[in-house]
């Protein structure tokens, strides 16, 4: 069911409707760099397109807004991301779009539910939305085109290697708190690529 282009179809109307235009616009163009990346790396074509079109559903919600969802939808919420309430646009998407559309399938909420800090462990589908968020055309943070050769070209492990490390390396550097979770991920990402989750400092640019 959650192939089917009539529901892709109402997730657009569903995203057009409800996001700001900016916001439903970056869901399309991560959907279309969703589709490029899942058919490289072998995942699913529609429900990287689906989870892709839908991955910030709730983003546009105030934060009042999204506590008071929260708590409607009995989200579970740690005490992290009470202190850090824009992390659960996440968790709390996926729980509209369950709510929402109930032909979406559990692979796609789940690439919604953790595109914003990972979660253990990761399906190719959550990587692929992971980094198709990350290297959206409209993307331009210092080291973005890097991180799109590699996604041109690498495994999708260290694909989400090379994103992840610059995610929370970038959180680092400018004394953003890091969520406790993605300790675990880094280690997890160490584990399956056999390298270092952050690269060595980059010289000479
Ligand atoms: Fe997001
Ligand atoms: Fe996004």
């Known amino acids: 069911m959650s192939r089917s282009p009539e529901l892709i179809g109402q997730a657009r109307a569903l995203v057009a409707a409800r996001l700001t235009p900016a916001s439903a616009a970056h869901s399309e163009r991560v959907a279309r760099t969703a589709v490029e990346l899942a058919r490289r790396v072998g995942v699913d074509e529609a429900d990287a397109e689906l989870a892709a079109l839908l991955h910030d559903y709730a983003r546009d919600l105030g934060h009042e807004e999204l506590a008071a969802q929260v708590e409607d939808l009995a989200v579970p919420v740690l005490e992290f991301e009470q202190e850090h309430p824009q992390l ?32 253990l462990p990761m399906s190719d589908l959550d990587r692929v939305v992971f980094m198709a968020d990350m290297i959206e055309p409209a993307r331009n943070y210092q080291g973005v085109d890097e991180v799109r050769a590699t996604c041109a070209s690498a495994t999708l492990a260290e694909c989400f290697r090379v994103g992840y490390g610059r995610t929370v390396r970038h959180l680092m550097q400018t004394g953003c708190p890091v969520h406790p979770i993605s300790a675990a991920v880094g280690a997890q990402i160490e584990r399956e690529t056999g390298r270092a989750l952050f690269d060595p400092p980059e010289v000479g640019r």
Do not use: K, M, N, Q
């Open 88 to 119: 659960l646009h996440a968790r709390l998407g996926a729980a509209l779009v369950r709510r929402d559309l109930p032909g979406v399938g559990e692979a796609v909420l789940s690439a919604i539910e953790v595109h914003t800090v990972g979660a």
